[in-house]
């Protein structure tokens, strides 16, 4: 049984898909700018077997970067942030190079690394690296010492207090770097995909676009939103499921 | 033997070019099951001397021993601390909060929670094992901080000023049910405070304080008998006392 | 402040220092990584290329222009939408939509509706300006504290002077702060889209290189936008703290 909200959603959703349909049916938007749904799903019935196959490139593609990123960027983080006299020194400038616009450096990584899935992989996690290292060393500086000399009180080792006491007392600054840093690195990905690549999900909307192929763009547009969406709400359920750590703002302060 | 044995300690803080001296020859000794309490004027270095005490840093000169043995480190099964913030873990509850010492040592947990769940009921929370330290008050999160302190079953409990962030009445309440709590476990008690008459009320000896380099000027017997009521407070004989170890503060040269 | 300047000093030492003796020291095929030495010969001769200066030239006004055009929109957008708060909630999941998806992925509908030329890049640099400005902009509004709105007007304060005198020092911080990282995103995406698909500018140039394995070139002008990108960020990280710290100064209680 569905309940009522569901209900309300898909009505506004069927709503939206038909005024979408008749908008360039109707000719009021050009039908080489805005592809109607119906030619998205006739480029799904032609073309879906390579798209889907497209699809699983750009997935491998990204979930390799996260895990690299994540890891990375984490580890590096907690490293840095631990030692004071590092972090002093590397977070201004690791946030100064954070202006630099990654993408001028795909054509380097083109000519070193070729145009295939490595290229983007390695793309995807300089992407991501950044914000989930900076965030990472502002959460691990940020610890009050009173947990670290509690920490030696109760006579925790070394690898105990970073475990059990660092690492959750940075979490919540971690999950925003790891917010802002996945975003990056999914669009690091597609974005690469589509300057200059052998197959993947960007690959295709390029290709199709050269062609004139409207719907085809679209569709494989949707199913990059499809991937960006999904990213984006898995990583909500994250950051809610650890959102027991922000009540402690309000409290212990 | 004593259970704290100091003799002329000594520690030096450098910073930059300057030297600071926090203590000069503080010597003292408190015997086995006693409540002490260290008083004395804000930046004479309290908190330096209990540092020390629970071998968090190093004296300069002098000698601590905590049972005969000299401390160089923390000695985690013998000596617990509690702060003046509880510092409790935010994401463990209650319960898991007064375990975390035994965890770490790796204690098995059914005898782990045992213990731990008899502490909690006797600092009085066992109806909030399960709540988290954001869903507790002050004065509850400092009990919290207290039965973990006793989860490892030391011989020798550090606070500072354990009750100086909690207003007036819970502070006195807090006082009376430590008290409550001593008498039941029969640990020695070093505490520090600011406050004249929480030590008296508290200790079987008060130790005073100089002003920076910090000494012990005189130590002070407190003889009113156990269990103490809390109207003792404002007996006539509580008040000599305060008043002594008020002039021996101030008039201690600077 | 000293720590920072001396971890960047530090670090600049070590990488450029590192770069130039990996190649001297032939530990890398000179044609993947030629010598900092030669590549900053490069960019001495590119600098002196009239061709590389109008490329950009080009890049650099179009920046300019989409930054010019957005800045205004979005601030004063932000302001409206700060003060008719029924407008903000009624536009509260376009703007959340639009932040959870990546911009980037509709540049090829941007080049199938304007082509390739001057405006579809202004127009993609637009977009990416704009919404993260607005973000700040109404953040900005919305951090006015109300009840030195109120205590002003009980003591007469005109209009005007109310604008001047509290409403511009509270949102100032924000405002600049919205200004720099809008200005960071247009950058990246009329870079990219002059990657993607253009005729002229340095983005163009800098993919054409990577392209054709032009690697001393590409370095250069890597070498030279990042070094550019930096100095604009850090200009308006300097007004960011010096004006905000003024007027947070002009306006405190």
Known sequence: MMGSRTIKALVIAATIVALWEAVVRLGLVNQIILAAPSDIALAAAKDGGLFLRAF?????????????????????????????????????????????????????LMAWLGIGPLSKIVFGVLSGFFPIALNTIDGVRAIERRYLLFARSVGATRLQTYVRIVFPLALPAM????????????????????????????????????????????LGMVLALAIAVTVNIGLTWLDRRIGLWRMREQAEG | MPIIEVSKLGKDFSSGRVLVRALADVSFSVEEGRFVTLVGPSGCGKSTLLQILAGLIA?????????????CAPMPNKISMVFQDPTLLPWKT????????????????????????????????????????????????????????????????????????????????????????????????????????????????????????????????????????????????????????????????? | MRAALAGYLTIAIVLLGGWELTARLDLVDADLLPSLSQVCGILWQLLHDPRFIADLGLTASEVAVAFVIAAPLAISSG???????????????????????????????????????????????ITHAYFVILVNSFAAVRSIPRPLVAAARVFGATRAQIYTRIYLPAMLPLILTGLRLG??????????????????????????????????????????VSVLTIAVNEAMRLAELHLGRFYARASAV
């Open chain 1, 56 to 108: 699983a490139t750009t997935i491998m593609e990204i979930g390799a970067a996260i895990l690299i990123a994540w890891t990375l960027g984490i580890g590096l983080g907690v490293v840095v942030g631990s030692l004071p006299v590092l972090a002093a020194a590397t977070a201004p400038v690791l946030s100064s190079i954070f202006a630099i616009p990654l993408i001028i450096l795909y054509p380097l």
């Open chain 1, 175 to 218: 999950l925003s770097g790891l917010r802002i840093g996945t975003g990056l690195v999914v669009i690091g990905v597609i974005v690469t995909e589509m300057l200059a690549s052998l197959g993947g999900i960007g690959f295709l909307i390029s290709y199709h676009r050269t062609l004139f192929n409207t719907g085809h763009v679209y």
């Open chain 2, 59 to 71: 004296a300069t000169s002098g000698e601590v021993r905590i049972e005969g043995e000299r401390i």
């Open chain 2, 94 to 254: 209650a319960l898991a909060n007064v375990e975390f010492p035994l965890d770490l040592r790796g204690v098995e947990r059914t005898a782990r929670r045992k213990r731990c769940s008899a502490l909690l009921e006797l600092v009085g929370l066992n109806e909030f094992a399960n709540h988290y330290p954001h869903e507790l008050s002050g004065g509850m999160r400092q009990r919290v901080a207290i039965a973990r302190g006793l989860a490892p079953d030391p011989r020798l409990i550090l606070m500072d000023e354990p009750f100086a962030a909690l207003d007036e009445q819970t502070r006195t309440r807090m006082g009376h049910d430590l008290l409550d709590i001593w008498e039941k476990t029969g640990k020695t008690v070093f505490f520090i405070t600011h406050s004249l008459a929480e030590a008296i009320y508290l200790s079987d000896f008060v130790l005073v304080m100089s002003p920076r380099p910090g000494r012990i000027i005189k130590t002070i017997a407190i003889d009113f008998p156990r269990p103490r009521e809390l109207d003792i407070i404002g007996s006539e004989a509580f008040g000599r006392i305060r008043n002594r170890i008020w002039h021996l503060i101030s008039e201690s040269p600077a």
């Open chain 3, 79 to 125: 302001f409206l939408l700060g003060e008719r708060l029924h407008l903000a909630e009624a536009f509260n999941p376009v703007v959340h939509f639009v932040l959870a998806v990546p911009q980037s992925i509709f540049l090829p509908v941007f080049i199938l509706a304007f082509g390739i030329g001057f405006l579809e890049k202004i127009l993609f640099g």
């Open chain 3, 183 to 224: 200005m960071v995103l247009c950058i990246i995406g009329v870079l990219l889209a002059e990657m993607y698909a253009s005729r002229r500018g340095i983005g163009r140039l800098i993919f054409t290189w990577g392209e054709g394995y032009q690697v001393p070139e590409l370095l250069a002008a890597i070498v030279l």
